[in-house]
């Protein structure tokens, strides 16, 4: 599975920008997908997830009501829609895919904090000021 994000970039606070990460391969290894992010200094975290066979949606709490998650399957494209951007939204940002057998994994994961996900794409920066 190889993915790749784009979409980054500079934004003022109450912003809004969508990262796109396009995929390709098995889709069988991608059963759930996420957008993690790292700030500086700090751990990386997921902070969206999708169970992309039935499309079931995750976020932690941070993020709730301000970002969107979603997946367009003929363009192989993961989404991350993110409105009312904050300065602490100020990371580098991941799309991520995991092989799962149950899409409640998907859910496990993120509401564990787990980041063991197989593949991963290079990362994209969004700055908020």
């Known amino acids: 599975v190889q993915l790749v994000e784009s979409g980054g970039g500079s934004v003022q606070a109450g912003g809004s920008l969508t990262l796109s990460c396009k995929v390709s391969?098995?889709?069988?290894?991608?059963?759930?997908m996420g957008w993690f992010r790292q700030a500086p200094g700090k751990e990386r975290e997921e902070i969206a997830a999708?169970?992309?066979?039935?499309?079931?949606?995750y976020y932690v709490d941070s993020v709730k009501g301000r970002f969107t998650i979603s997946q367009d399957n003929p363009k192989d494209t993961l989404y991350l829609q993110m409105d009312n951007l904050k300065p602490e939204d100020t990371a580098i940002y991941y799309c991520?895919?995991?092989?799962?057998?149950?899409?409640?994994?998907?859910?496990?994961?993120?509401?564990?904090?787990?980041?063991?996900?197989?593949?991963w794409g290079q990362g994209t920066q969004v700055t908020v000021s």
């Open positions: 991520a895919a995991y092989a799962a057998r149950d899409g409640r994994v998907c859910e496990y994961k993120i509401h564990t904090g787990q980041t063991d996900y197989t593949y």
């Open positions: 391969g098995s889709t069988v290894r991608r059963s759930c």
């Open positions: 999708i169970s992309t066979g039935n499309g079931d949606t």
